[in-house]
DNA sequence: TATAAGGTTCGATAAAATTCGAACGTATAT
DNA sequence: ATATACGTTCGAATTTTATCGAACCTTATA
């Protein structure tokens, strides 16, 4: 059973991740990837050179690190091959309503 | 009726805002006061002052401001006091899911 | 094995956001 | 009217993010 504390500590942490995601979010290119992950079919994996995004390599490599660091994406790393996912049910289990915010724009 | 263009037009612009209110969230302080608000009872204004926030009233000042600008806020400025509302039906309107995914935190 | 093709990391630079004090403006109270 | 309280704006300093080239690492291919 959780202490009051447990339960506060709970809630921090969980403002604290969705702070996470928001941040993760508030960059046009990030925001596009996830948009665009979201209206692929269920499941999908997509190389990171997919996106169309016209920035170089390792400003492409910084955006999806920041993406995987908060746990919007997992990335499947093969040395020459890097394929991005969606955690998509994860995040529906843990903030309910995300993915259908952005699936909309 | 909505040619292509427009439609597309409407699609970035409807982005676009997202873009902004992301931004505007991705803050502790701000992400708190929403927060705060959306908890609140429907259609309370509150006082600047009253969110605890440990802050320089110009840092305040900037935070409210930058709410405002996205259009998470309404601004009562009554020179002397300053209260702030969410614009919680405008939101549900434009962003459905919006309110419920930040009201768990 | 050697070569090429991607992806990541490192270091430096540029851009953006945050913060605050000071000056100013506006309303309330004495 | 004067003083006080509160909010905003301005300017500067600090901190955080973003960006890129170069070097490096890993896998695939000749």
């Known amino acids: 059973m959780a202490s ?3 339960k506060s500590a709970d809630k921090s942490n969980r403002q604290g991740a969705m702070l996470g995601i928001l941040k ?3 960059h046009p290119i990030r925001l596009q990837i996830i948009v665009d992950l ?4 269920n499941g ?6 997919s996106f169309g995004l016209t920035v170089a390599k390792a ?9 995987k660091d908060v746990g919007l994406i ?6 020459n091959h890097s394929l991005a996912k969606l955690r998509r049910e994860e995040l529906e289990e843990e903030f309910p309503g995300l993915m259908g915010l952005l699936s909309n724009l």
Do not use: P, Q, V, Y
Not at 59 to 67: A, G, N, P, V, Y
């Open 4 to 6: 009051e504390i447990e």
């Open 59 to 67: 400003t492409r490599s910084h955006h999806f690190k920041l993406l």
């Open 44 to 49: 999908a994996e997509r190389h990171c050179t």
């Open 74 to 79: 997992s990335h499947i790393d093969r040395g």
């Open 24 to 26: 993760a979010l508030a």
């Open 38 to 41: 979201i209206n692929d079919e």
